[in-house]
């Protein structure tokens, strides 16, 4: 595996690649890799010829009081994940090689509405950040085909439109949360949590379970929710929301719509975790 810490040495790189004929996809992570990354990275290599993966812990990301400075950071965990997996090329810059003006000065990227309602409403300024750094990533990289998690639903629904409305070629893949025996979504924030927090974290997923149960069995959405809202309560979780929106846009459903996802974001103790199912009403 090549390692890239430059931008300079990533394009030349990435050029060499495409002097070979080689179609790159690309995996843009923050670290911390685990199972679900590795997924990601196998599944990119059945879109492309050689596989491009990015670990970057972008502070735009992250609120004024969120977990930026303890986001775990695991480097030689995730350079043996890398190696095994057999990708292709790492880029690991530091923050001047993507914001090279400062992060106050960035041309940022913002895709209205979507990136407003759901974790947007309670992360004021979140996708942002993310559709500012992907953006970046995405010109300097140049892959043809970029790999992402459903977990971040919103997220991959807000970077296919991104793509979609700056005209940009690339291919969005969007591959099934990877989860724990026990139902619970692989993420790298699972490492916040306490053993007896572990414990209860299976309820989320459980939860939403129920939720599409009670569509399917003519509950009302309103009180799908509010009963999903009281359960993770009674359960020690102190809920943002749980909302049952059109899986193809996340707009509020209407009479006949059928393809549905219910998604939540919740804190267990200092853990916020978010979690989706999608299901046909």
């Known amino acids: ?17 495409r002097a070979q ?25 059945k879109y492309a010829d050689a596989v491009v993966v990015s670990i970057y812990v972008n502070p735009l990301q992250f609120g004024p009081k969120e977990d930026f400075a303890s986001y775990p950071r695991t480097p030689a965990q995730d350079h043996a994940l890398l190696g ?10 530091g923050e001047r090689e993507i914001y090279p003006r400062g992060r106050e000065r960035q041309t940022q990227v913002e895709v209205p509405q979507l990136g407003q309602i759901l974790c947007g409403a309670f992360r004021p300024g979140h996708f942002r950040g993310v559709t500012t750094v992907v953006a970046r990533l995405f010109q300097l990289v140049t892959p043809d085909v970029a790999i992402f998690g459903k977990k971040d639903y919103q997220q991959l629904l807000m970077i296919r439109l991104m793509v979609s409305d700056l005209g940009m070629p690339i291919e969005i893949i969007g591959i099934d949360t990877v989860r724990e025996p026990d139902g619970l979504a692989l993420s790298s924030r699972n490492s916040y949590l306490s053993a007896d927090e572990r414990r209860t974290a299976p309820i989320l997923y459980k939860t939403l379970g129920r939720v599409r149960d009670r569509m399917r069995q003519g509950v009302a959405r309103a009180a799908a929710e509010e009963g999903a809202l009281t359960e993770l309560r009674a359960a020690g ?24 996802i219910v998604l939540t974001a919740a804190w267990l103790g200092r853990t916020r975790l978010i979690d989706n199912l999608e299901f046909q009403a």
Do not use: C, Q
Request: no cysteine; charged share 30%; glycine share 8%.
């Open 1 to 17: 595996m090549i390692e890239a810490n430059t931008t300079a040495r990533l394009r030349a790189e990435v050029a060499a690649l």
């Open 21 to 45: 004929g080689k179609r790159i996809a690309f995996v843009p992570t923050m670290g911390n890799l685990h199972a679900g990354h590795r997924r990601l990275m196998e599944e990119a290599r």
């Open 84 to 93: 095994d997996v057999g990708v292709d090329l790492l880029f690991a810059p």
């Open 237 to 260: 979780w102190r809920p943002d929301y749980v909302s049952v929106r059109r899986a193809n846009d996340l707009g509020e459903p209407e009479e006949g719509d059928k393809s549905l």
